[in-house]
């Protein structure tokens, strides 16, 4: 009897082992739920409800999808689609700062899914794609259920916006936005927020230039007309903008001309003229593409009369003037961040030539810029809100 106690307690002990051995692989092995996993599950949950038109427990799956992984582009995408469909869609109940985010990552998830590697993007992108898989059925879904939805008459204002971006008519989506002169949703109040700010970081300028200088009064009939060449720098902010505008004007005067130098009367028909200055450019009129301006500045005008020579110690004589200016200019821009622009000026100067031949006289300035223009960051985010 002993020994078959025995056995018995020894067989018990052993069995308790083998099922806490059984009990801890159980626990190594079992699958712990995660967002990637849950989200998987809650696109196919949602296909089978779509198929059943059951929108009121697809609303109840996102709801519990988002409380474990939090908000997400499909997420987002999901709700926005079946409160279209039950008609309780308010953009106003919106994350408003989040709007512009979710849209830029739905177009991405867009451009993502044309290229030929797009599981490779996938797979480095998956979390800001919330889990769910390039050209999956959920996203077939959404598109589907976006093109139904715009059949609808009554979807109207950022609803329609939406179903447009979901559709992937992404030109019909900003085309949307970009309709109205006066942004009235909250979509729209957005997209034009964010439009303003982005048009107004600055932009960097460098340019060279090309021109002719046209005097009036005696200073036209002893100097003459001259080429002018140059370049500027600066920058623009907001709808002006700053340059540092250096030009010479080569070239001998027309007639000779009389001025006092060394404390004699000398006659010569040297001319090497030039300016320095600051010029401002305020926007008038701007489509992206044109832009009219209305153009001025205040710069040190001026003119060498007698070469100098520093080896022979030889001093020269320069004739100058503070020049005020005034004009406007004309401005083509290509896609390349670079434009070509016109300025037509006039500008007042004052030669005082004592003692000598009368310089009395203003002149006009026509010139032709080319310049390097933009700001990298701020032209790729045009370009992204389809601004061109």
């Known amino acids: 009897m ?43 949950i949602i296909n089978d409800l779509y198929t059943k038109q059951g929108y009121d427990s697809i609303s109840h799956v996102v709801n519990r999808w988002e409380e474990f992984c939090g908000e997400s582009e499909p997420i987002f995408r999901i709700k926005v689609l079946s409160q279209i469909q039950l008609g309780i869609f308010s953009s106003q109940e919106l994350d408003q700062e989040e709007l512009m985010s979710h849209v830029f990552t739905y177009i991405d998830r867009q451009e993502f899914a044309k290229a030929k590697n797009y599981h490779q993007y996938y797979e480095y992108y998956k979390v800001a794609l919330g889990f769910i898989p390039l050209k999956s059925d959920f996203d077939l879904l959404t598109t589907a259920w976006a093109e139904n939805l715009l059949q609808n008459k009554e979807v109207t204002g950022d609803a329609r916006a939406f179903c447009l971006l979901y559709a992937n008519n992404t030109e019909g989506f900003w085309q949307h936005l970009q309709q109205k002169q006066e942004a009235t949703t909250p979509l729209e109040q957005v997209y034009s927020a964010e439009t303003a700010k982005i048009k107004n970081m600055i932009d960097g300028n460098f340019g060279v230039l090309s021109g002719i200088y046209l005097p009036t009064g005696d200073l036209a009939s002893v100097i003459g007309p001259k080429a002018l060449i140059g370049m500027q720098f600066g920058f623009k902010m907001k709808k002006i903008q700053y340059d540092l505008t250096i030009a010479i004007r080569p070239g001998k005067a027309k007639e000779m001309y009389e001025v006092i130098h060394d404390d004699q009367l000398k006659s010569t028909d ?41 080896d022979n110690d030889i001093k020269g004589k320069s004739i100058n003037a503070l020049n005020l200016n005034i004009g406007l200019g004309y401005r083509f821009y290509s896609k390349s961040m670079n434009y070509l622009g016109v300025q037509a000026k006039y500008n007042i100067v004052n030669y005082k030539n004592t003692g000598g031949t009368n310089l ?25 809100m389809n601004l061109k």
């Open 2 to 44: 002993r020994k078959y106690f025995l056995t018995l307690l020894i067989s018990l002990a052993l069995l308790g082992q083998a099922n806490a051995q059984t009990d801890i692989d159980h626990k190594l092995l079992q699958d712990i739920p995660n967002c990637e996993n849950v989200a998987y599950n809650s696109g196919q």
């Open 270 to 310: 040297h001319y090497l003229g030039g300016l320095v200055g600051l010029d401002l450019s305020y926007e008038l009129h701007n489509n992206l593409k044109r832009e009219l301006d209305l153009v001025g500045g205040i710069a040190f005008d001026g003119f060498d009369a007698i070469e100098g020579d520093v």
């Open 360 to 384: 009395a006289g203003n002149y006009f300035s026509v010139m032709v810029t080319y310049n390097l223009f933009g700001n990298i960051r701020k032209h790729r985010a045009l370009n992204r």
